[in-house]
């Protein structure tokens, strides 16, 4: 599972995720309010917090999709992975 820092930043940038619901690996994060300026808004806090840099071939609409997939490929990409594997 993620770390602290992870879930804040995530948190962070759903406006419809209520405080007191716990987030799930597959909590779709398009329906708690995230857009595309969110995505590059939250793109930045993952960057600078865990100070990595994503890749071109991790800026997809499903690597934002679900918070398990997102930490998926932030933990590759911490490991020195180009992207974690399938």
Partial sequence: MWDQQFEEIIRSSLPFLPADEQLLPDLDLRDHGLDSLGIVELLVSLEGGY?????????????????GVLWKTLSG??????LPAA
């Fill in 51 to 67: 100070e990595v840099k994503f890749v071109d071939d991790a800026l997809t609409a499903e690597t934002f999709s679900t918070p």
């Fill in 77 to 82: 990409l911490r490991d020195g992975d180009s």
